[in-house]
C-alpha cells in the first residue's frame, strides 16, 4: 500500500508541478500581451487582467503541492531540527495531522464557495463560470492531502536539509 501511495503522490506531484510551471508562464505571456496591447497598440484588452488573476490563484494552488511534498513551506523546522528519536517521530506527526486538518477545511470550504458561484460567470469572460476560478481551491487541497501523506511516509524537506 506504501509504494502504490508514493507512485500515486510522485505522478500528482509532477502533474501539479508541471502544470503550475505550465501556467505561470501563460501568466508571463498573457502579462506581456496585456502591456503590449494597452501601451503599444493602444487597446487595452478586456479579459487578460481577469484571466491572470484566476491562472495565479490555479498557479499557487498546484504549486503548493509541490512545496508540501518537498517540505518546502514554513513549518516547525527548528523543532523538526532540534529534535531527535520520539520526540521528532510525534513533531512530524502533529505537523502531518495539522497540515491535513488545514487542507480538509479549504477543501469543504473550497467545494461549497465553488458550488455556490456555479451560475455566476466572469464579466470580461462572458460564458464561463465563475466555478472554475474557486474549483481551484477544493482541488489543490485535495491534491495537497496526497503529497502531504506521501512526504510523511518518505520525507524530503529539501529546505531543512539546505537550511544554515
Do not use: K
Not at 84 to 110: E, K, N, P
Amino acid at each position: 500500500m506504501r509504494q502504490v501511495l508514493l507512485r500515486l503522490d510522485r505522478w500528482i506531484t509532477g502533474l501539479a508541478l508541471n502544470g503550475a510551471c505550465l501556467l505561470l508562464a501563460t501568466v508571463c505571456v498573457l502579462g506581456l500581451w496585456q502591456v503590449v496591447a494597452r501601451f503599444v497598440l493602444s487597446q487595452p484588452s478586456t479579459w487578460t487582467e481577469e484571466a491572470l488573476r484566476r491562472l495565479l490563484i490555479w498557479c499557487v494552488m498546484l504549486g503548493v503541492v509541490a512545496a508540501f511534498r518537498h517540505g518546502a513551506l514554513v513549518s516547525v523546522d527548528l523543532m523538526l531540527r532540534l529534535s531527535r528519536g520520539w520526540f521528532r517521530h510525534l513533531v512530524r506527526h502533529v505537523i502531518t495531522w495539522t497540515s491535513l486538518a488545514f487542507l480538509a477545511v479549504i477543501a469543504w470550504f473550497g467545494i461549497d464557495l465553488a458550488y455556490r458561484v456555479r451560475f455566476q460567470t466572469f464579466a470580461a469572460m462572458d460564458g464561463i463560470s465563475m466555478a472554475w476560478a474557486y474549483a481551484a481551491l477544493p482541488v489543490g487541497a485535495l491534491l495537497s492531502m496526497v503529497a502531504v501523506i506521501g512526504q510523511h511516509l518518505d520525507a524530503r524537506n529539501t529546505e531543512l536539509d539546505n537550511a544554515q
